[in-house]
Nanobody, 126 residues
Framework: QVQLVESGGGLLQAGGSLRLSCAASGRTFSSCTMGWFRQAPGKEREFVAAISWSGGNTYYADSVKGRFTISRDNAKNTVYLQMNSLKPEDTAVYYC???????????????????WGQGTQVTVSS
């Protein structure tokens, strides 16, 4: 079992930066692929980024590639999403997710993730 709590969201202007954190509890965190997803008002949830259990493999949506960076600190049971050059279209609720299977490769498929956080709001004004 893994419980996830996101933090770091906020309101900022376009071009700014923000770092989201996702604190996990549960002894299997260090073995889990972790992902970030987002959902904008009136839209479906979409994949943002994922990272393998070791941090050695990462995967990004084309819309954020080169601007966002996912990382993790297994000693702190935390995964991060560094977001730079933010755009108004990045406005959404951002969710952290964990794949309950051990040592899988990062994936953009939301059904592969078994545990989800409550989300943190990111609002980017133009």
């Amino acid at each position: 079992q893994v419980q996830l709590v996101e933090s770091g969201g906020g309101l900022l202007q376009a071009g700014g930066s923000l770092r989201l954190s996702c604190a996990a509890s549960g002894r299997t965190f260090s073995s889990c692929t972790m992902g970030w997803f987002r959902q904008a008002p009136g839209k479906e949830r979409e994949f943002v980024a994922a990272i393998s259990w070791s941090g050695g493999n990462t995967y990004y949506a084309d819309s954020v590639k080169g601007r966002f960076t996912i990382s993790r600190d297994n000693a702190k049971n935390t995964v991060y999403l560094q977001m730079n050059s933010l755009k108004p279209e990045d406005t959404a609720v951002y969710y952290c997710a964990a794949d309950g299977d051990i040592a899988t490769m990062p994936t953009s498929i939301s059904d592969e993730y078994d545990y989800w956080g409550q989300g943190t709001q990111v609002t980017v004004s133009s």
